[in-house]
């Protein structure tokens, strides 16, 4: 199925505004803009950095810090950002690791408060402004492959706890929740049991939703057990119980290359459903695990290698989604001011902009331009909004970096047309 031709220039039209309008909301001398910019121009050394960032929060002394640090950055090849340099001379003289320790715990706090959301009182003022400027909120406690029974029953708490604390209060609550982080052991090599204790955890979920006018969102994960989490997501919601509810929603990767087989599937389970649900189209968040472990295993890569080739593909499936809008509602979670263009462009042509159930959905801290943005052109705008503290965050907070400054990233690419930058 292809678009039209108007929607294909309609599209082009509004990307370039877009376009050029984020670029001016785009902070120029912020502590993240810089971050992007420097990861921007240095692949390697934006892996190297996010790695020492990942293993940080359990690095106590000046000197663990110090040794880690220097163990991650000693291969970079130069040119090294001047920052870089200062950093490392600074390490190799007398008092000089504490110092540095001591700025960096401070440096990577300050720029995890850009990206999660450190409590429910924070929380709770943050969704205030954001409504004040007319945009919803979905709230996701971080956590996810959880090891313990204990924090898998404290994931679950969480859960229904946010629900029973935000969700009686007029406007339906929206939470994001991980198939992971409720049973410690769930992978398909475990799948009957995988299946009946997700399910059963899932089940305690929908059931306080309907309690509490709250609407879950089941979010996307790993390659490996996506197809798990999907099928005890679709087998729930068609319980019985559960078969009229509607404010039930999964995410749906696009840089997965078998993903046009995985919408058509939930479409012909939607359609029989009778009762429709929402897919949250995201691109992916994995990306570099999924082909690191393709290839140290010997499988056939599962996503596409290509950014353009995501981006083409989720165009593909947001079209497909929305001629099939009877049966199921999409909502697109993108930053690509050329994929928001072909979403509006598409939507309103299938008649489906102003209806209630369509959104954008942006992450907090990453997509603050595209969030002012889009609230000034009318588009109805839903933040992503992780609630953790740094230990629980830093993967995330890690992950969301990685996606979001290589070089074909979209904020790379809009900062990149600003003259100079780190060097």
Known sequence: MQPHESIVQDTRNLSSELDQQIHEECPRFSFPALLLRAGGQNE???????????VFPALHTGNEIKEH??????????????????????MRIPFGGYVIAKCARKAIEILAQHFIIKDGPFFKRIQDRYAREGATTVSDHLGELVVSEVEAKSMLKKYVHAMEQ?????QQFHIAIKFSALFP?????????????????FGIILEKAQETNSFVWV????????????EIFLETICEHRFYSFTSVGIAL??????????VERMVRI??????????????????????????????AIPVFRKKNLTDKNFNALLYFLLAHQKFIHVVPATHNPSNIAFAYCAAKKFGVVGKENFEFQILYGLGEPIRRVMLKRGFPVR????????????????????????????????MGKEKGGLS
Request: aromatic content about 12%; some cysteine; hydrophobic content about 40%.
């Open 44 to 54: 390697q050394l934006r892996m190297k950095l996010l790695e020492f960032v990942d």
């Open 69 to 90: 640090f220097l163990a991650y950055v000693r291969d970079i090849p130069p040119p090294r950002p001047i920052l870089l340099r200062i950093a490392v001379g600074v």
């Open 270 to 299: 939607a359609r029989g459903r009778k009762n429709p649900f929402s897919v949250r189209l995201v691109k992916g968040a994995y990306w570099d695990t999924e082909v690191a472990r393709a290839l140290q295993r010997g499988w």
């Open 253 to 262: 990767q696009a840089y997965l290359k078998d993903s046009s087989r995985r």
């Open 166 to 170: 935000w969700g009686r209060k007029g």
């Open 185 to 201: 052991y769930f992978c398909p090599e475990n799948q009957e049991e995988s299946k009946r204790r997700v399910k059963d955890a």
């Open 219 to 230: 979010d996307a994960e790993h390659h490996h057990i996506q197809s798990l989490v999907e």
């Open 383 to 414: 933040v992503y909004m992780p609630i953790g503290d740094l230990v629980t965050g830093m993967s995330y907070f890690a992950r969301r970096i990685i996606e979001n400054t290589s070089n074909e990233g979209f904020l790379w690419q809009l």
